[in-house]
């Protein structure tokens, strides 16, 4: 069974920095699919970067040129690197893994971790 686990979120000013990470466990393949969502106070859990297997990235425009995405299949592990935070960056982040099978399509969620941006 995979399992994910987060860590890196907590309080930091605006303009700060934060490196979330992402460590898978249970699976013995790389996922197709790994990345990051965020779920803000009253609003619905939204994309915030994802990266292939082969290395291609997917941001949201909110985040394009502040946060950077990455991978170590080595380490089972994804990143989220965030620069330049700003208060409506505030969220519980998720971590997800996408794999697809001939069988079915596998889909798992962290526990997330808080980030907040304030002075």
């Known amino acids: 069974q995979v399992q994910l686990v987060e860590s890196g979120g907590g309080l930091v000013q605006p303009g700060g920095s934060l490196r979330l990470s992402c460590v898978a466990s249970?699976?013995?393949?790389?996922?197709?699919?790994m990345g990051w969502y965020r779920q803000a106070p009253g609003k619905q859990r939204e994309l915030v970067a994802d990266?292939?297997?082969?290395?291609?990235?997917t941001y949201a425009d909110s985040v394009k040129g502040r946060f950077a995405v990455s991978r170590d299949n080595a380490k089972n592990t994804v990143y989220l690197q965030m620069n330049n935070l700003k208060p409506e960056d505030t969220a519980v982040y998720y971590c997800?893994?996408?794999?697809?099978?001939?069988?079915?399509?596998?889909?798992?969620w962290g526990q997330g971790t808080l980030v907040t941006v304030s002075l």
């Open positions: 990266v292939s297997n082969g290395g291609s990235t």
């Open positions: 997800k893994i996408t794999h697809y099978t001939p069988a079915k399509i596998l889909e798992v």
């Open positions: 249970g699976n013995d393949f790389s996922f197709n699919f």
